[in-house]
């Protein structure tokens, strides 16, 4: 009898165990910051090269082995001295380069051909930088990979032609659409605005992470090795510890990039139906008809109308 309550209990344990282990599995998230070395307006007084370096000293701080930057070389030619520090900074710190096309050009709306010269343009800078290091990753501008499964195989063979594999995003709460409104609440004093902004911030920072874990489960019934995207710029100066902080306090461990995307579902599929618009994880949701997590409003108007 004992024994067999003592199986019961075990069974029992069996049946509820994994569910409990599933959620304490660390989240592997690969951090990726766009747009540099230019990006957004700045509060006064602050230099491109001193967000860089405080943007460096959070990934440091927190202890973030591999940091992709991923580059509009046209930031260079517009900002000079300043934007090119930024570069310099990121490399001192150990830290990588990546394509990000040189002015931060559209796919959607423009040829191939067109596209494929401005991927190119931003090499020069790249190989600058990197010198002998491997800076063959890709990010889209707006996440635009191509609107038609023709462009996207065009896209495609141009890529593995010359090298390249593409940086997929599966987390991103639109972090850079705070940056002006922080620069104007900072250059009239409005700590209270700016604590609203850094609340709000940190909010949907926290959503994007439960968002991506629903949407890996709904889509492979199990969770990713994710890919956050992020962007240089004045706020971030601000957030990225707290983001950071927030990120670990919730058991994530930060991975590097080309091991997040070892996992299957980052092999490229140019034939996926697709508008070619949002995350992977939103773009094979909406291929799947599977419907999309509940998500906070837009905070976009509320930001525009803010410290005017
Ligand atoms: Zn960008």
Same mark, same amino acid.
């Given at each position: 009898?004992?024994?067999?309550r003592?199986?019961?209990?075990?069974?029992?344990?069996?049946?509820?165990?994994p569910?409990?282990?599933?959620?304490?599995?660390?989240?592997?998230?690969?951090?990726?910051?766009?747009?540099?070395?230019?990006?957004?307006?700045?509060?006064?007084?602050?230099?491109?090269?001193?967000?860089?370096?405080?943007?460096?000293?959070a990934?440091?701080?927190?202890?973030?082995?591999?940091?992709?930057?991923?580059?509009?070389?046209?930031?260079?030619?517009?900002?000079?001295?300043?934007?090119?520090?930024?570069?310099?900074?990121?490399?001192?710190?150990?830290?990588?380069?990546?394509?990000?096309?040189?002015?931060?050009?559209?796919?959607?709306? +423009?040829?191939?051909?067109?596209?494929?010269?401005?991927?190119?343009a931003?090499?020069?800078?790249?190989?600058?930088?990197?010198?002998?290091?491997?800076?063959?990753?890709?990010?889209?501008?707006?996440?635009?990979?191509?609107?038609?499964?023709?462009?996207?195989?065009?896209?495609?063979?141009?890529?593995?032609d010359?090298?390249?594999?593409?940086?997929?995003?599966?987390?991103?709460?639109?972090?850079?659409?705070?940056?002006?409104?922080?620069?104007?609440?900072?250059?009239?004093?409005?700590?209270?605005?700016?604590?609203?902004?850094?609340?709000?911030?940190?909010?949907?920072?926290?959503?994007?992470?439960?968002?991506?874990?629903?949407?890996?489960?709904?889509?492979?019934?199990?969770?990713?090795?994710?890919?956050?995207?992020?962007?240089?710029?004045?706020?971030?100066?601000?957030?990225?510890?707290?983001?950071?902080?927030l990120?670990?306090?919730?058991?994530?461990?930060?991975?590097?990039?080309a091991?997040?995307?070892?996992?299957?579902?980052?092999?490229?599929?140019?034939?996926?139906?697709?508008?070619?618009?949002?995350?992977?994880?939103?773009?094979?949701?909406?291929?799947?008809?599977?419907?999309?997590?509940? +998500?906070?409003?837009?905070?976009?108007?509320?930001?525009d109308?803010?410290?005017?």
């Amino acid at each position: 009898m004992r024994l067999k309550r003592l199986l019961a209990l075990v069974a029992g344990l069996m049946l509820t165990a994994p569910p409990v282990l599933a959620q304490q599995a660390p989240m592997q998230v690969a951090l990726t910051m766009d747009d540099l070395p230019v990006h957004g307006p700045l509060p006064p007084g602050m230099t491109r090269a001193e967000v860089a370096n405080r943007v460096l000293a959070a990934f440091k701080g927190a202890g973030v082995a591999e940091v992709y930057g991923f580059v509009n070389a046209k930031g260079l030619a517009d900002e000079g001295d300043d934007a090119a520090q930024v570069l310099a900074l990121w490399r001192q710190a150990g830290y990588p380069l990546g394509n990000h096309v040189y002015a931060h050009d559209d796919l959607h709306g +423009h040829d191939v051909a067109a596209f494929t010269a401005a991927v190119t343009a931003d090499e020069a800078a790249l190989k600058h930088y990197m010198g002998d290091a491997d800076w063959h990753w890709l990010r889209f501008p707006y996440l635009h990979i191509g609107e038609t499964p023709e462009k996207r195989r065009e896209v495609a063979a141009f890529l593995k032609d010359h090298g390249y594999r593409v940086a997929e995003v599966t987390l991103s709460f639109n972090d850079y659409i705070y940056n002006p409104a922080y620069a104007r609440c900072m250059a009239k004093g409005d700590q209270a605005a700016v604590a609203q902004l850094r609340r709000n911030y940190l909010d949907r920072a926290a959503e994007s992470l439960t968002i991506g874990r629903q949407q890996a489960q709904a889509l492979y019934g199990r969770d990713v090795p994710h890919v956050m995207l992020l962007h240089i710029g004045g706020f971030e100066t601000v957030m990225l510890p707290e983001l950071l902080s927030l990120m670990k306090a919730k058991g994530v461990a930060f991975v590097p990039l080309a091991k997040a995307e070892a996992d299957p579902i980052y092999v490229p599929n140019p034939d996926t139906p697709s508008n070619g618009t949002g995350s992977l994880l939103d773009r094979e949701m909406t291929a799947r008809n599977l419907p999309q997590p509940m +998500h906070s409003a837009d905070p976009s108007t509320w930001l525009d109308g803010l410290c005017r």
